[in-house]
C-alpha cells in the first residue's frame, strides 16, 4: 500500500504536542491524560503527578484519589518500568509485554530465577494475592513458605523487582494502595473492578497500537516495539499486527519527509491541517513526550543531546520542549529553577519561560527565581 499523505515532522510534532494535552485544555482529568498518553511512568511518583499537573489548566492532580477508587491501577508495565495506567486499557499492554516472555531467556534466568522457579513463584502469588494485600516482605515471606525455596525471599524483597515484573504482566500482580511509606501488592482480580484478564496478544495488538499511535505517532512497528518492550517483541510479529489493522482501515500508511509511518486512519484530518507551533513548555523528568517515540528518536531529541536528557542509571531529565522539539533541560534547586537551553536550537523567548516558571509554581505550590544558560 503506497502512502498518499505527505506530512513535515513540523506537523507531526506540533500535533503531538497537543495530542499530549500540552494546550492545556480545561475539564482533563488525569485518568483521561494517562489513557491518551498510553501510560504515565512512575518509578518516580512526583514526576508522575508533575506530568498530569503540567497539562492541565487546573494545574492539581489527584492521583491518590484515581488509585483509591481504581480508575488508575499503577504496576509495572513498558520496559520493565512502574506506570500508572488507566485500569480499563490494563489488560491490552500487558498482554503484549508477556506474550515476550523476557523472563524464560537463558540469560534472564542466569542471573534472576529458573523457568520452573518462576512457574513456582507465579503460582504461590496467585493463591496468597486472590483478595489481599500484602507488603513486599509479606509477599516474599508467603511465595518463599509455599514453594520451599527460602532463598527467593530475598530476591523477591529487592527494590528492583525483578522477579516480580513477570508476575505483573501475565497479570497476576499489581501494586495496592501504599501503607505509609510501604508499597503493596494485590491481585488485579480481586483489586479491579473492570479487570476481566488478559486478552489474547493479537486480540491486545488491536487495542494498544492504535492508542500508542493516539499520542505518540506516526509511528512504526520498531518504534511501537521499543517502546513497549524494548524491542523484545519478534519483528515479523509486530510488522503483521500493523499490517493487520492498515488493510481493516484503522491505520493508514503516511511518509513523514523521508519515512514511512502509520498514523490512525481517524487522525489524518487533523494532522494534514496542523500547522508548526511555536509554543514552548516545561516537562518532568520522565516524560512521556520523550519516552513515548524514546530518547533516541532524533527528530525529538538530537543525538548529540541524548546525554543531557538520558542520563546514568536509567535517569530522564526534565526538558524543555520548544516548537516539538526538546530544546533544553531544566531542573529545580531549593527555590531556584535552572534552565539550561541548548546553543543550536532555535531561540526560546523570555517570556515563554517565565510563563512556565508559573505554571511550575502553581503545580508545586512554591516561588520560584529563574536563572537561563545557554550549553
Not at 512512575?42 to 514526576?47: D, G, L
Not at 527460602?150 to 497476576?172: E, F
Not at 515479523?236 to 482501515?249: H, I, N, P, Q, V
Amino acid at each position: 500500500m503506497s502512502p498518499t499523505v505527505e506530512l513535515t515532522w513540523d506537523q507531526v510534532l506540533s500535533w503531538r504536542m497537543d495530542r499530549h494535552f500540552l494546550d492545556r485544555p480545561r475539564g482533563v482529568d488525569p485518568v483521561q491524560i494517562v489513557g491518551r498518553l498510553s501510560g504515565v511512568q512512575a518509578q518516580v511518583a512526583s514526576s508522575a503527578e508533575l506530568a498530569l499537573a503540567v497539562r492541565r489548566a487546573e494545574r492539581e492532580a489527584d492521583v491518590a484519589g484515581a488509585l483509591f477508587d481504581r480508575s488508575l491501577v499503577k504496576t509495572w508495565a513498558m520496559r520493565g518500568t512502574l506506570h500508572l495506567l488507566r485500569s480499563e486499557d490494563a489488560p491490552a499492554y500487558l498482554s503484549l509485554i508477556a506474550s515476550a516472555r523476557t523472563w524464560l531467556t537463558p540469560s534472564w534466568q542466569r542471573e534472576f530465577a529458573t523457568a520452573t522457579q518462576m512457574e513456582a513463584i507465579a503460582d504461590a502469588a496467585s493463591a496468597v494475592l486472590k483478595g489481599a494485600v500484602l507488603t513486599r516482605e509479606e509477599l516474599a515471606r508467603e511465595i518463599a513458605e509455599r514453594t520451599g525455596d527460602r532463598p527467593l525471599a530475598d530476591k523477591l524483597t529487592s527494590g528492583w523487582g525483578a522477579l516480580l515484573k513477570p508476575l505483573a504482566w501475565q497479570g497476576l500482580l499489581c501494586n495496592g494502595i501504599s501503607r505509609g511509606n510501604r508499597v503493596t501488592f494485590t491481585s488485579p482480580t480481586t483489586w479491579l473492578p473492570t479487570w476481566k484478564g488478559l486478552p489474547e496478544p493479537d486480540e491486545a495488538a488491536r487495542a494498544a497500537i492504535p492508542a500508542y499511535l493516539a499520542a505518540h505517532g506516526p509511528a512504526g512497528p520498531s518504534g511501537f516495539n521499543k517502546w513497549l518492550t524494548r524491542g523484545a517483541l519478534r519483528k515479523l510479529l509486530t510488522r503483521r499486527w500493523f499490517a493487520e489493522l492498515a488493510e481493516d482501515g484503522v491505520l493508514t500508511p503516511v511518509r513523514v519527509e523521508d519515512e514511512t509511518l502509520y498514523a490512525r486512519t481517524d487522525d489524518l484530518d487533523t494532522l494534514t491541517t496542523t500547522t508548526p507551533t511555536d509554543r514552548v513548555r516545561f516537562l518532568p523528568g520522565f516524560d512521556q513526550y520523550v519516552l513515548g517515540p524514546g530518547t533516541n528518536d532524533h527528530r525529538v531529541l538530537a543525538t548529540a543531546r541524548r546525554g543531557w536528557v538520558s542520563r546514568a542509571a536509567g535517569w530522564i531529565a526534565p526538558i524543555v520542549v520548544s516548537r516539538g522539539q526538546v530544546a533544553g533541560t531544566w531542573k529545580i534547586d531549593g527555590s531556584s529553577l535552572f534552565v539550561e537551553l541548548f546553543a543550536e536550537s532555535d531561540p526560546v523567548a523570555r517570556d515563554a519561560i517565565e510563563a512556565e516558571r508559573g505554571v511550575l509554581e502553581d503545580a508545586l505550590g512554591e516561588r520560584l527565581t529563574t536563572s537561563v544558560v545557554e550549553v
